[in-house]
Protein backbone atom coordinates (compact mmCIF):
# COMPACT_ATOMS: atom_id res chain seq x y z
CA UNK A 1 0.00 0.00 0.00
CA UNK A 2 1.25 3.40 -0.57
CA UNK A 3 1.96 5.62 1.78
CA UNK A 4 -0.30 8.96 2.23
CA UNK A 5 1.36 12.67 1.15
CA UNK A 6 -1.23 14.76 2.22
CA UNK A 7 0.50 17.88 1.08
CA UNK A 8 1.82 17.02 -2.18
CA UNK A 9 5.67 17.83 -1.85
CA UNK A 10 6.62 14.34 -2.19
CA UNK A 11 7.62 13.40 1.63
CA UNK A 12 5.20 10.94 3.17
CA UNK A 13 2.93 11.95 6.28
CA UNK A 14 4.63 9.19 8.28
CA UNK A 15 8.22 10.30 7.14
CA UNK A 16 7.09 14.11 7.89
CA UNK A 17 5.26 13.59 11.11
CA UNK A 18 8.75 11.16 12.33
CA UNK A 19 11.29 12.08 10.83
CA UNK A 20 11.91 15.46 8.97
CA UNK A 21 9.55 17.35 11.95
CA UNK A 22 8.35 18.95 9.13
CA UNK A 23 4.28 19.73 8.47
CA UNK A 24 2.49 16.56 6.58
CA UNK A 25 -0.44 19.45 5.11
CA UNK A 26 2.05 22.37 4.67
CA UNK A 27 4.09 21.52 1.47
CA UNK A 28 6.32 24.95 2.75
CA UNK A 29 5.98 24.11 6.57
CA UNK A 30 8.35 27.26 7.29
CA UNK A 31 6.53 29.81 4.74
CA UNK A 32 9.75 30.47 2.32
CA UNK A 33 8.88 29.45 -0.91
CA UNK A 34 11.38 26.76 -1.25
CA UNK A 35 9.23 23.61 -0.81
CA UNK A 36 10.24 21.04 1.95
CA UNK A 37 11.27 18.46 -0.40
CA UNK A 38 13.79 21.14 -1.92
CA UNK A 39 14.95 21.85 1.57
CA UNK A 40 16.24 18.73 1.69
CA UNK A 41 18.09 18.46 -1.20
CA UNK A 42 19.79 21.74 -0.29
CA UNK A 43 22.61 22.15 2.13
CA UNK A 44 23.10 24.61 4.89
CA UNK A 45 18.83 25.42 4.97
CA UNK A 46 16.72 23.74 6.95
CA UNK A 47 12.78 23.02 6.14
CA UNK A 48 11.88 24.43 9.37
CA UNK A 49 13.53 27.83 9.43
CA UNK A 50 12.81 30.65 6.91
CA UNK A 51 15.67 31.73 4.08
CA UNK A 52 14.96 35.45 3.95
CA UNK A 53 15.26 37.01 0.46
CA UNK A 54 13.54 34.27 -1.54
CA UNK A 55 9.88 34.85 -1.29
CA UNK A 56 11.11 38.86 -1.48
CA UNK A 57 14.52 39.10 -3.52
CA UNK A 58 16.22 42.15 -2.50
CA UNK A 59 15.05 45.36 -4.21
CA UNK A 60 16.51 47.12 -7.09
CA UNK A 61 18.16 49.30 -6.18
CA UNK A 62 18.69 48.13 -3.15
CA UNK A 63 20.82 49.82 0.29
CA UNK A 64 23.02 48.95 3.05
CA UNK A 65 24.03 50.76 5.81
CA UNK A 66 27.55 50.61 7.40
CA UNK A 67 30.31 52.49 8.79
CA UNK A 68 27.80 55.39 8.99
CA UNK A 69 27.86 55.44 5.10
CA UNK A 70 24.74 54.44 2.68
CA UNK A 71 25.87 52.41 0.03
CA UNK A 72 23.28 51.48 -3.03
CA UNK A 73 23.28 48.77 -5.45
CA UNK A 74 21.11 49.30 -8.90
CA UNK A 75 21.04 47.89 -12.36
CA UNK A 76 22.50 44.06 -10.74
CA UNK A 77 22.59 41.36 -13.21
CA UNK A 78 22.74 38.00 -11.80
CA UNK A 79 23.77 35.98 -15.78
CA UNK A 80 22.70 39.37 -17.48
CA UNK A 81 19.28 38.60 -15.95
CA UNK A 82 18.13 41.72 -14.50
CA UNK A 83 17.22 39.48 -10.76
CA UNK A 84 18.44 39.27 -7.34
CA UNK A 85 16.84 36.51 -7.00
CA UNK A 86 18.73 33.16 -9.64
CA UNK A 87 18.39 29.47 -9.48
CA UNK A 88 21.73 27.99 -10.54
CA UNK A 89 22.85 24.85 -11.61
CA UNK A 90 25.98 22.98 -9.36
CA UNK A 91 28.84 24.89 -10.71
CA UNK A 92 27.14 26.75 -13.31
CA UNK A 93 29.18 29.90 -14.89
CA UNK A 94 27.97 32.92 -14.03
CA UNK A 95 28.49 36.72 -13.99
CA UNK A 96 26.97 39.62 -11.80
CA UNK A 97 27.45 43.55 -12.85
CA UNK A 98 26.07 46.11 -11.14
CA UNK A 99 26.39 49.95 -10.65
CA UNK A 100 27.03 51.48 -7.13
CA UNK A 101 26.70 54.78 -5.22
CA UNK A 102 28.30 55.43 -1.71
CA UNK A 103 26.92 58.16 0.02
CA UNK A 104 28.23 59.76 3.13
CA UNK A 105 26.63 62.29 5.06
CA UNK A 106 27.82 65.51 5.83
CA UNK A 107 27.57 65.12 10.35
CA UNK A 108 28.66 62.73 12.51
CA UNK A 109 30.46 60.69 9.74
CA UNK A 110 32.21 57.53 11.54
CA UNK A 111 36.18 57.79 10.80
CA UNK A 112 36.17 60.59 8.03
CA UNK A 113 39.24 60.53 6.95
CA UNK A 114 39.53 56.85 6.90
CA UNK A 115 40.61 55.01 3.06
CA UNK A 116 37.52 52.60 2.36
CA UNK A 117 36.81 49.30 0.83
CA UNK A 118 33.90 48.10 -0.51
CA UNK A 119 33.88 44.43 -1.94
CA UNK A 120 30.78 42.14 -3.57
CA UNK A 121 30.93 38.45 -3.25
CA UNK A 122 29.70 35.27 -1.78
CA UNK A 123 31.06 33.78 1.41
CA UNK A 124 33.86 31.34 0.56
CA UNK A 125 33.44 31.53 -3.26
CA UNK A 126 34.54 35.37 -4.92
CA UNK A 127 34.99 38.66 -3.61
CA UNK A 128 35.16 41.52 -6.14
CA UNK A 129 36.36 44.76 -4.24
CA UNK A 130 34.57 47.57 -6.07
CA UNK A 131 36.80 50.73 -4.50
CA UNK A 132 39.49 51.57 -2.18
CA UNK A 133 39.29 55.80 -1.37
CA UNK A 134 38.13 58.40 1.50
CA UNK A 135 34.49 58.73 1.62
CA UNK A 136 34.84 62.43 3.43
CA UNK A 137 31.40 63.98 4.67
CA UNK A 138 28.95 65.18 2.60
CA UNK A 139 30.59 63.25 -0.46
CA UNK A 140 28.40 60.89 -3.03
CA UNK A 141 30.85 58.54 -4.97
CA UNK A 142 29.51 56.40 -7.79
CA UNK A 143 30.86 53.51 -10.21
CA UNK A 144 30.06 50.80 -12.37
CA UNK A 145 31.23 47.04 -11.32
CA UNK A 146 32.79 45.10 -14.38
CA UNK A 147 31.18 42.37 -14.47
CA UNK A 148 32.91 39.66 -13.06
CA UNK A 149 32.74 36.40 -13.97
CA UNK A 150 32.72 33.22 -10.83
CA UNK A 151 31.41 29.27 -10.47
CA UNK A 152 28.14 28.74 -8.51
CA UNK A 153 29.33 26.46 -5.57
CA UNK A 154 28.90 22.88 -6.41
CA UNK A 155 26.48 22.08 -3.25
CA UNK A 156 23.26 22.28 -3.43
CA UNK A 157 21.84 25.47 -1.11
CA UNK A 158 20.80 29.07 -0.79
CA UNK A 159 23.54 31.66 -1.32
CA UNK A 160 23.71 35.60 -0.58
CA UNK A 161 25.84 38.10 -2.66
CA UNK A 162 26.90 40.51 0.30
CA UNK A 163 28.51 43.65 0.63
CA UNK A 164 31.76 43.57 2.60
CA UNK A 165 33.91 46.25 3.80
CA UNK A 166 37.28 46.98 5.21
CA UNK A 167 39.47 49.93 7.01
CA UNK A 168 43.16 49.16 4.99
CA UNK A 169 44.98 51.32 2.69
CA UNK A 170 43.83 49.05 -0.03
CA UNK A 171 41.89 46.01 -1.23
CA UNK A 172 42.67 42.92 0.71
CA UNK A 173 41.41 39.32 0.48
CA UNK A 174 38.45 39.19 2.51
CA UNK A 175 35.75 36.56 3.26
CA UNK A 176 32.16 37.34 3.42
CA UNK A 177 29.71 37.57 6.34
CA UNK A 178 26.95 35.61 6.29
CA UNK A 179 25.19 39.05 7.08
CA UNK A 180 21.99 38.75 5.25
CA UNK A 181 21.46 42.48 6.19
CA UNK A 182 24.57 43.35 3.67
CA UNK A 183 22.39 41.02 0.76
CA UNK A 184 21.99 42.53 -2.42
CA UNK A 185 20.99 38.97 -4.42
CA UNK A 186 20.61 35.38 -3.78
CA UNK A 187 21.54 32.71 -5.89
CA UNK A 188 19.78 29.11 -4.96
CA UNK A 189 21.78 25.96 -6.06
CA UNK A 190 19.17 23.80 -7.16
CA UNK A 191 19.86 19.96 -6.21
CA UNK A 192 19.15 16.84 -8.51
CA1 LIG B 1 4.19 15.42 2.34
CA1 LIG C 1 5.37 19.02 4.14
CA1 LIG D 1 10.46 26.03 3.09
Known amino acids: MEEPDTDGDGIDDGEEVNSTKTSPVLADTDSDCLSDDEELLLSDTSPLEAN ?61 GCVIQFYLGIRDVFSRCLTSRTFPPGSDVSGTMAPISFEAPEEPGVYYITQHESLQYECVTVNHSADLGKAIATIVVMGG
Open 52 to 112: PHICTPSSDPTSVATLTRISEYSGIEVNEQSSTLYYALPGESMTLSAQWNIESPSDNLHCP
